[in-house]
Nanobody, 127 residues
Framework: QVQFVESGGGLVQPGGSLRLSCAAS????????IGWFRQAPGKEREGVSC????????YYSESVKGRFTISRDNAKNTVYLQMNSLKPEDTAVYYC????????????????????WGQGTQVTVSS
């Protein structure tokens, strides 16, 4: 049974930082790309950042490039999203997701490509 445990969300002031974690089980973690997605009220789910199974290649949306960093620890079946310089427009529910992907490079991060989804964690950026 595929399971994700997401953590690290919360309330932070603009300019602050948060680190999201996604611990996965129930599938072969090191043969799956992992993505972080977010959805704000009234908006479509957006791909924030994705990382290949081998940690060789990453993708970032333009809205977070330079501020967010995705990483993974295959020994711990865990993916992280370090979020710095947070802005109010980063407020959303953040989801991690997985899809079977063993190519060396990744150049997109689209929700409909991902098969397994976590329950989401709320991130609120507000003063």
């Amino acid at each position: 049974q595929v399971q994700f445990v997401e953590s690290g969300g919360g309330l932070v002031q603009p300019g602050g930082s948060l680190r999201l974690s996604c611990a996965a089980s129930g599938f072969t973690f090191d043969s799956h790309a992992i993505g972080w997605f977010r959805q704000a009220p009234g908006k479509e789910r957006e791909g924030v950042s994705c990382i290949t199974s081998s940690d060789v290649s990453t993708y970032y949306s333009e809205s977070v490039k330079g501020r967010f960093t995705i990483s993974r620890d295959n020994a711990k079946n865990t993916v992280y999203l370090q979020m710095n310089s947070l802005k109010p427009e980063d407020t959303a529910v953040y989801y991690c997701a997985a899809t079977y992907y063993t190519r060396r490079y990744i150049d997109r991060c689209r929700a409909h490509d991902y098969d397994y989804w976590g329950q989401g964690t709320q991130v609120t950026v507000s003063s």
